[in-house]
């Protein structure tokens, strides 16, 4: 099963939530994942690209009052500042691409991405409004949820679209699981199964209560005893 990530809450939370880890560096970049985990890999990078850019990490540590990434800095250099933001934003529609999103998705996403560039060339005003519309973080929101209904890949996606890494809730046991619905046990049950071979059947967003364990590892942090089940 998922083996809970070693050091505090907080070093939990910097180094991963489940299956997701900070990814700076793409796995690819010119063609489709070859496998699962691969394509793991790919989203943990579009993700950590589209955070970076709209609502770093680092800054939001700060405690500021509004979220800011890397596009809203450089969006201050008129003109300039917004064409190399608009550039580094269609990176992630590229990688978008390179996952085999449809033509009508990646369509919405150079508009969110267009739409950002012009209201940004705005003084004052488009640098707010650009802050407000958080295109990269609407495009990885297009993404997932395509990610969610795409056969070709079986991966897990992080609950929600709008927070970096969530504090992760307490896993609350077994108890549904043997005394709640049949649906419940039966999603109990896959997820165990997912734990122990680490691999997924279907591609679906991962509990709260998932993010104290490492995809595809034993609790003692090896890697599972379990063979890996073929996918069907």
């Known amino acids: 099963m998922y083996g809970a990530s070693a050091g505090s809450t907080k070093n939990r939370r910097a180094a991963r939530f489940g299956a997701f880890q900070p990814t700076l560096r793409p796995p690819v970049i010119h063609r489709r994942p070859r496998d699962d985990a691969e394509a793991q890999r790919l989203y943990n990078h579009v993700r950590t690209v589209a955070f970076y850019l ?17 596009d809203d800095i450089i969006s201050l250099v008129p003109l300039y500042g917004d064409l190399v933001s608009g550039i580094m934003q269609l990176y992630q529609v590229w ?7 449809p033509v009508a998705v990646c369509v919405r996403m150079i508009i969110n991405v267009l739409l950002d560039i012009v209201v940004g060339i705005i003084p004052i005003i488009g640098d707010i409004l650009d802050n407000l519309w958080k295109a990269n973080l ?12 795409a056969p070709e890949y079986h ?36 997820r165990e199964r997912e734990r122990t071979t680490g691999k997924v059947r279907r591609t679906r967003r991962m509990a709260r209560d998932e993010g104290e364990y490492a995809f595809g590892r034993a609790p003692n ?11 069907d």
């Open 155 to 190: 991966i897990l996606l992080m609950p929600d679209s709008n927070t970096y890494l969530p504090e992760p809730r307490k896993p609350g046991g077994r108890w549904n699981a043997w005394f709640g619905p049949t649906g419940k046990r039966e999603a109990e049950d896959e």
């Open 138 to 149: 609407r495009n990885l929101a297009l993404l997932e949820d395509w990610l969610l209904t």
């Open 54 to 70: 709209d609502a770093a990490p680092v800054l939001s540590d700060l405690g500021l009052p509004f979220r800011a990434g890397l």
């Open 95 to 101: 990688l978008a691409w390179i996952f085999g999103v």
């Open 221 to 231: 942090g090896t890697a599972p005893d379990v063979a890996p089940e073929p996918l």
